[in-house]
T-cell receptor, first 115, second 117 residues
């Protein structure tokens, strides 16, 4: 069964500090991994996407890494801001035959950035 | 910019009522999805549609039905609402048919928080 596990479940950091969120997956056959940011009361918005051949991708202060061998990904946030307070969801896509795909969602990490 | 809108942000219904949640997207996407999101459980797929009048069950379809009469509109129907259907409902759209390619991003609406009393 395809699974995506995220850690920690929640995290509190001071404004200006860095943090790293983890995503471990057992999804096969792997297609891509995407990180979403979900602000409170809003729908998720894509931050980065990585395919099998990519091991790092940046989007401003967000840097995602992928180790396809160990099936792990991380999302690193640099110089955190209050606006980074949100839930971060890891989503892994698997090929499911006939050109279609299946998404497996992690439960998310809730990040709180405090002044 | 892709825009996915949902008919209501907040909705309160009584047990046994029939509930319609509507979703509209403006990007001509063929795929549309309905999820529910609950604390500690994350996003779970209820139903999806890859074309007009086509629908597929997701992971938790029980108690729900869907309708896709037009490409841009995907409705979620709770035939007889129950308290365990109190949740945040998220609609998403993305991709062109089943052959969505590797970059199969889904664009989400703002969500409808449904409370069933």
């Amino acid at each position: 069964k395809n699974q995506v596990e995220q850690s920690p479940q929640s995290l509190i950091i001071l404004e200006g500090k860095n943090c790293t969120l983890q995503c471990n997956y057992t999804v096969s056959p792997f297609s891509n991994l995407r990180w979403y940011k979900q602000d409170t009361g809003r729908g998720p918005v894509s931050l980065t996407i990585m395919t099998f051949s990519e091991n790092t991708k940046s989007n401003g202060r967000y840097t995602a890494t992928l180790d396809a061998d160990t099936k792990q990904s991380s999302l690193h946030i640099t110089a955190s801001q209050l606006s980074d307070s949100a839930s971060y969801i890891c989503v892994v896509s698997a090929h499911s035959g006939a050109g279609s795909y299946q998404l497996t969602f992690g439960k998310g990490t809730k990040l709180s950035v405090i002044p | 910019d892709v825009k996915v809108t949902q008919s209501s942000r907040y909705l309160v219904k009584r047990t046994g009522e029939k509930v319609f949640l509507e979703c509209v997207q403006d990007m001509d996407h063929e795929n549309m999805f309905w999820y529910r999101q609950d604390p500690g459980l994350g996003l779970r797929l209820i139903y999806f549609s890859y074309d007009v009048k086509m629908k597929e069950k997701g992971d938790i379809p029980e108690g729900y039905s869907v309708s896709r009469e037009k490409k841009e509109r995907f409705s979620l129907i709770l035939e007889s609402a129950s308290t365990n259907q109190t949740s945040m409902y998220l609609c998403a759209s993305g991709g062109q048919g089943l052959l969505a390619g590797v970059y199969n991003e889904q664009f989400f609406g703002p969500g409808t928080r449904l409370t069933v009393l």
